[in-house]
């Protein structure tokens, strides 16, 4: 029987975590390397690393970041943030990301998703989506609506619709991240999780929310989700991914539990 | 038989997917692999890596307008180890439903399309599930059972005899995951993406003779 993943998202920015100004001992918790290689130690299922960084010049750095980490930590390293063309994702794959996460750009055009499929395989095209509730309207009838920009430019497209057309398009998992949750640490959108993962036939990873182990054992039942992602969770130390993976386990949830 | 040398282990190269992840798992357990797509140069190997990742058409075009598909039949004629990983392990089948392809016959049997009744499982099957040895192989050494290993797969192999299968997996019916013949190893699941039981397994095939008792 498949195991549910956890899966845990690093936010980089000019090679270095983008959290990191929080944290009360930077130098340490700062280096994506290291911390993709502790939490590959503890047993995470797979990595992914999301680039933030805001000038192109400086888009080569996670490149470097990206083989290092594929050089030391041996499970499925997917990375996304500014994906505009096969070229980026080919230089992506080549430096050791297995799978590629677009987002925006795919909004704005969505045959980037299928060119991707055709040029690295539809396995490896993850296509994550940013989600918020709205009302209900014509437009909108499931009242999930696509927003890009950090959630705040609304596309007018409907989640629902944007995900069967999605994975028509050749994307061979999708990301799930809702708006609404993300940074609550209230619990995943278990409603919005559910009804994508019943609408589609590939993989969900659901995103945003996640603040107690709790949370991860809601959405890989009720959510219906294959994978949860976990951020700060894990990056300020008030879990590891061992326990959230024991407490799993415990609950009956199927997790791999050697490595 | 080869002397188990490490200097001379060869990645075939057929334009099926980014090898360099299978070249970062040997290297991570000290076999210095190289990527190559000259078939003269792979008939001289010690040890071959045959993985890929795409279909089962482009991949045995690819293979054949290179002359790989010759030259990898003589290699392992010859008693040389060859490890098939994912898309390899589904061309050394006589014949793969995807693309409906003659495929290399190195392991008698037929690759097919999951077709699963329950629709929440999802297809490709992607993702850890255990993988359950059903005959003890030196490749396999050390591999306990619950060690779960990374997959991502819509076809999956039937062999034809019970004697190739090494190890099985479930998804919604059992599948081999694992077979053999010979001085010939091959996994349906991703061992250079599955943690410290994968580079276990590449480790052992590392140091196999290619003899499978």
């Known amino acids: 029987m498949l195991s549910k993943r956890v899966v845990a998202c690093l936010d980089v920015r000019d090679g270095h975590l983008a959290k990191s100004v929080k944290f009360v001992n930077t130098k340490n918790i700062g280096d994506p390397v290291e911390k993709a290689r502790e939490y590959y130690l503890d047993g995470l299922d797979e990595l992914v690393f999301y680039d933030i960084t805001a000038s192109s010049d400086k888009r080569k750095i996670m490149l470097d970041v990206v083989e290092a980490v594929a050089s030391q930590v041996f499970i499925p390293l997917s990375v996304g943030g500014g994906i505009r063309s096969v070229a980026d994702a080919t230089d992506l794959r080549l430096a050791g990301a297995e799978k590629i996460n677009v987002n925006s750009a795919a909004v704005k055009r969505p045959g980037l998703i299928a060119e991707c499929a055709d040029a690295i395989g539809n396995q490896n095209v993850v296509l994550s989506m940013d989600v918020r509730r709205t009302l209900v309207s014509a437009d909108i009838p499931s009242g999930y609506e696509i927003v890009i920009n950090g959630g705040r430019t609304p596309m007018g497209l409907d989640a629902l619709d944007w995900a069967y057309k999605g994975e028509a398009l050749g994307a061979g998992e999708l990301v799930v991240n809702s708006i609404d949750a993300d940074g609550t640490k209230e619990g995943y959108e278990i409603t919005l999780t559910a009804m994508l993962a019943e609408a589609v036939r590939i993989p969900v990873i659901a995103s945003g929310g996640a603040g107690r182990p709790k949370h991860l054992h809601e959405v890989l039942t009720q959510g219906k989700a294959d994978a949860a992602l976990v951020a700060s969770m894990v990056h300020y130390g008030e879990y590891r991914v061992s326990e959230l993976k024991d407490y799993l386990n415990r609950q009956g949830v199927k997790v791999r539990m050697n490595w | ?213």
């Open chain 2, 1 to 213: 038989m080869t002397t188990g040398a490490n200097t001379d282990t060869l990645i075939v190269d057929y334009d099926a997917g980014n090898l360099h992840s299978v070249a970062r798992a040997c290297h991570e357990v000290g076999l210095d692999a190289e990527i190559c797509a000259d078939p003269d140069r792979l008939r001289l190997a010690s040890r071959i890596v045959f993985p890929g990742v795409g279909a089962a058409g482009s991949a045995m075009r690819s293979m054949q307008a290179r002359g790989l598909d010759e030259a990898l039949l003589e290699v392992i004629a010859l008693g040389r180890p060859v490890l098939g990983i994912c898309l390899g392990l589904q061309i050394s089948f006589d014949y793969s439903e995807e693309n409906t392809t003659r495929t290399l016959g190195l392991i008698k049997g037929e690759v097919h399309r999951f077709n699963l009744e329950d629709p929440a499982l999802k297809i490709p099957h992607m993702g850890w599930n255990e993988v359950r040895i059903v005959r003890p192989h030196p490749v396999l050494k050390d591999i306990a059972a619950g060690d779960e290993f990374y997959f991502v797969h819509a076809y999956f192999p039937q062999p034809a005899t019970e004697e190739a299968v090494l190890a099985v997996t479930d998804y919604e019916h059992e599948f081999a995951s694992a077979v053999g013949r010979d001085n010939y190893v091959a996994t349906q699941f991703h061992p250079e993406k599955s943690g410290r039981v994968g580079l276990q397994l590449i480790a052992n095939f590392a140091q196999w003779d290619g003899n499978a008792e």
